[in-house]
């Protein structure tokens, strides 16, 4: 059983486009996570949400906009792709008690051309 | 806030060697460590943490790590390492008592070679 799960794993698209990435996770933690992963493989923290609440919003364009529906799942939607979105985006999740490690995903590569 | 340092970018080694990936971080408040590894194409897994305790902590794979608080270090082991261990590296912290926030070291390639 896949613990965190996105869809899709490889995005294409051009400059200009809306496009959103979907996460869920089956683990029951109250906590979820995005990062960026860029091209030299930095991985930075863009929202955390806890109990469907935002706790971290890091310093990121507004044409990103994390949803989260419920505590299991937690979209990203880009909006106006720049090239300079193309990295590995990353959803994790964790338990906001306990043994503290965070879950990741497999990640999704998105290519803006 | 925290920040972390790993110091070597890439570290080749033979197969069957013993390897030392270095870590150093600073922070104001207590933390909590954690070393993750990355395989291509995939996403990260976590090795081993450290919370509170033993100061070595064993992890998956064979690798263990050792914190030492006066010298800010979280340097990660492994005796004898396998073709299969090529992979990216991050050691991350956190503030004691919160999962919320991790904050990733740039990472370190390791390479072993047959």
């Known amino acids: 059983d896949t613990a965190v799960s996105q869809t899709p794993k490889y995005l294409v698209t051009q400059m200009g486009n809306d496009k959103s990435i979907k996460c869920e996770q089956n683990l029951g933690h109250d906590t979820m996570y995005w990062y960026k992963q860029d091209s030299k493989k930095f991985l930075k923290i863009m929202f955390s949400y806890n109990n469907k609440e935002l706790i971290i919003n890091e310093t990121v364009p507004n044409r990103f906009s994390p949803k989260s529906p419920d505590k299991a799942h937690l979209n990203l939607h880009i909006n106006s792709l720049e090239l300079g979105d193309s990295a590995v985006y990353f959803c994790?999740?964790?338990?906001?008690?306990?043994?503290?490690?965070?879950?990741f995903g497999p990640g999704t590569r998105l290519t803006v051309t | 806030a925290q920040s972390v340092t790993q110091l070597d970018s890439q570290v080749p080694v033979f197969e069957e060697a013993p390897v030392e990936l270095r870590c150093n971080y600073s922070?104001?408040?207590?933390?909590?460590l954690f070393w993750y590894v990355q395989y291509p194409n995939q996403g990260l897994q976590l090795l081993l943490k450290?919370?509170?305790?033993?100061?070595l902590v064993k992890g998956i794979n064979g690798f263990e790590a050792e914190f030492n608080k006066s010298q800010t270090s979280f340097h990660l082991r492994k005796p004898s390492v396998h073709i299969s261990d090529t992979a990216e590296y991050f050691c991350a912290v956190s503030v004691s008592g919160s999962a919320r926030q991790l904050t990733f070291g740039s990472g370190t390639q390791l390479t072993v070679l047959p």
């Open positions: 922070s104001s408040v207590s933390v909590y």
């Open positions: 994790a999740s964790s338990q906001s008690s306990g043994a503290y490690e965070q879950y």
């Open positions: 450290y919370l509170s305790g033993s100061t």
